[in-house]
């Protein structure tokens, strides 16, 4: 039975991954930094089939620790300060986890048991303003966030222990996947999130920033499976995981509404007051400049040839289905918060 640990055990990427490795038969560790409250988050229904263990990113001995405990034959870097609009909040605190977490976790594996296959995700923030279209592993970088820059050097240090040390490291340059699991801070939860809100009527208009911002979105369960492909790989590799399609953020709002039956009218078309116009029936949606990047990255679009000749993967989840997942799970979850709150 092969052994796996994953950091970021309780998020999106993570518990789609748990899921996966627990179906093929493995036994999975999953890291959980120490909390006043536990909270398994995406991993509830799972949590009884996984070991955990208690450490962090910026502690090395927790980590080292951690390989000792678990001596995993695959260990995943999931763990990070995922949100761009945060990093720029808190710089340094994503440096840290982001970037130096990764060479702690890279040192944990080499003192413990440096023959274990290591996956570093990396991201399409890395591109940032972007150099060629699409963008592919040959593609320079020019991130434009802390998350970026920080990610970065979490993909350098990882080919840097691979070719110095001939450890099996590698990074999947994943571009946007989304998920019903998705945390509700990203701009595409807080779509569907609020989507369902207004169908539910608890909610009567929506705020976003960027309208015009392209992204390269996929789903989640699509993503995790490249990544163990990956680690089965025979020599380590780095990979861009993307579906080669870019919509804008508009579209996403457009097919999110089309799902439930609303019609909208974008702020400037006609429309004086915030909410439902009783002429036309229709949902305002409003740009807010609050919501707008310091540095915009505006347009993501990644060429997954790569991966799909020498690992076989291909995405199976469209993206109109992406979205059709997100809204009927946000329906769903918005139904039972009014029921509760008519308790």
């Known amino acids: 039975m092969k052994k796996a640990l994953i950091t970021g055990i309780t998020g999106q990427d993570g518990s789609y991954l748990a899921e996966l490795l ?25 949590k009884d089939k996984i070991h955990f263990i208690y450490a962090d990113m910026t502690d090395l001995v927790s980590l080292v620790k951690a390989m000792q405990i678990s001596q995993a ?7 990070a300060q995922s949100f761009v609009g945060t990093s720029w909040e808190q710089p340094l605190a994503t440096a840290e986890i982001d970037g130096v977490g990764v060479t702690n976790m890279l040192e944990a594996i080499r003192m413990v048991k440096p023959e274990a296959h290591f ?9 940032g303003k972007v150099q060629e279209m699409p963008q592919t592993e040959k593609t320079p970088f020019y991130p434009r966030s802390p998350y970026g820059v920080a990610k970065l050097y979490g993909f350098w ?11 099996f490291a590698c990074s999947g340059i994943l571009f946007n996947h989304e998920s019903e699991r998705r945390g509700k801070e990203f701009v595409t939860r807080k779509i569907t999130h609020g989507v369902a809100r207004i169908k539910q009527g608890v909610q009567d208009h929506m705020e976003l920033g960027n309208l015009d911002a392209k992204r390269d979105w996929g789903h989640a369960k699509d993503y ?7 680690l089965q790989n025979d020599k380590p590799e780095d990979y861009v995981i993307a579906t080669n399609e870019t919509r804008t953020v508009r579209e996403f709002v457009e097919t999110a509404f089309k799902h439930v039956d609303i019609e909208i009218q974008w702020e400037g078309e006609g429309v004086n007051e915030i909410g439902k116009d009783k002429a036309t029936g229709k949902v305002l949606v409003k740009v807010n400049p609050e919501f707008f990047r310091p540095a915009e990255v505006e347009v993501l ?16 989840i469209s993206f109109a289905e992406l979205v059709e997942r997100m809204v009927k799970n946000d329906m769903e979850i918005v139904r039972k918060e009014i029921k509760m709150e008519n308790l």
């Open 224 to 230: 995790v499976h490249a990544m163990w492909m990956l």
């Open 22 to 46: 627990l179906e093929k038969g493995y036994e999975v560790y999953g890291i959980m930094r120490r909390k006043s409250v536990v909270d398994y988050g995406n991993v509830e229904h799972i």
């Open 301 to 316: 679009l990644g060429n997954p040839a790569k991966a799909e000749k020498e690992l076989g993967w291909k995405r199976e």
């Open 73 to 79: 034959d695959e260990v995943y870097n999931l763990a």
């Open 119 to 127: 996956y570093q995700a990396a991201t399409s923030e890395m591109f």
């Open 157 to 167: 240090i990882t080919k840097n222990y691979r070719e110095s040390f001939d450890m």
